[in-house]
């Protein structure tokens, strides 16, 4: 599987942590790709972690915070942060 397949909105909540936190090494990923070649699985798995970077920045790191602090509000969060999907 690659990072965010099966595991979007922990992975989303990873990255929010990590840049919150000031983290800024590397980041790693144990995937396993049974259709595609390992460049691919890579480069798949580099865009994925890219596009939920982006999405963060989209949403904005403040909001983030303030949607996260809201304990229990999960289908308000859900709605906030999916606005824009489709």
């Not at 390992?38 to 580099?46: C, I, K, Q």
Request: charged fraction near 25%; proline fraction near 2%.
């Amino acid at each position: 599987m690659l990072s965010g397949a099966s595991h979007f909105w922990e992975w989303l909540e990873l990255l929010h942590t990590l840049r919150r936190v000031g983290y800024d090494g590397w980041l790693g990923a144990d995937v396993s790709p049974k259709q595609m070649s390992p460049s691919e699985a890579y480069s798949t798995n580099f865009l994925m972690i890219e596009r939920m970077t982006a999405f963060l920045d989209r949403v904005g790191m403040d909001r983030i915070t303030e949607l996260v602090a809201r304990d229990g509000a999960t289908a308000e969060t859900f709605t906030e942060l999916t606005k824009g999907m489709g």
